[in-house]
């Protein structure tokens, strides 16, 4: 059974609109992280936290917002979407002690 | 800023023959290196995940660590077309153990 699921896993979402990208996770950790993966740029690290109610800025925050009500939940939103932010996005959880990060399905945004 | 980088950006194997990627790393106090495959934009498999210099197997997959060499590689045993993937290496700094950087992939192809 999947650890760590994404909903929705395609989205088409008008420029201006706002987009929420789901995360949910059974693996009781603490970490979770948010990244996008585009062509030639590999995966990029988008916002992560480290527990309910904790959010920090990654590599590439700017236009995202996340927000993470409980140990199992993770969400990244997208308040004015952009055609930019055209990708996918994965979401992963992880053991800070192992450095392990399982991931998500990904969720495909096409912002039009 | 950690950088990461993959060769060759692709590799043509024939089923059965040995498969060997290339992973370069320019912060040399790095302590965890991952290798994960993924299928087609789909989620990311963790192979084989290395902690010290030396060799690490899992399976058909091993890892080797060279750290003064900043270099992991990851060699395939008797790779089968369903190898056929995006494979991803993956650096984690103790200074930061949330944070991972990865590199851009390889596209294996193997031949049956």
């Known amino acids: 059974e999947a650890a760590v699921t994404q909903s929705p896993r395609n989205k088409v979402a008008v420029t201006g609109g706002k987009v929420t990208l789901s995360c949910n996770q059974t693996n009781n950790h603490n970490n979770m992280y948010w990244y996008r993966q585009d062509t030639g740029h590999g995966l990029r690290l988008i916002h992560y936290s480290y527990g309910a109610g904790s959010t920090e800025k990654g590599d590439i925050p700017d236009g995202y917002k996340a927000s993470r009500p409980s140990q199992e939940n993770f969400s990244l939103i997208l308040e004015l979407a952009t055609p930019s932010q055209t990708s996918v996005y994965f979401c992963?959880?992880?053991?800070?002690?192992?450095?392990?990060?399982?991931f998500g399905p990904g969720t495909r945004l096409t912002v039009l | 800023q950690q950088k990461v980088q993959q060769s060759p950006e692709s590799l043509t194997v024939s089923e059965g023959a040995m498969a060997s990627l290339n992973c370069t790393f320019s912060?040399?106090?790095?302590?965890?290196f991952r290798w994960y495959r993924q299928h087609s934009a789909k989620g990311l498999e963790v192979l084989v995940s290395?902690?010290?210099?030396g060799e690490k197997e899992e399976g058909r997959f091993t890892a080797h660590l060279n750290r003064a060499n900043l270099h992991v590689s990851l060699h395939i045993r008797e790779p089968q077309p369903s190898d056929s993937a995006v494979y991803l290496c993956a650096v984690s700094m103790v200074t930061n153990a949330y944070k991972v950087i990865f590199g851009k992939g390889t596209h294996l192809h193997v031949l049956p």
């Open positions: 290395i902690f010290s210099d």
């Open positions: 912060d040399g106090t790095s302590n965890n």
């Open positions: 992963a959880s992880g053991d800070p002690s192992s450095y392990e990060q399982y």
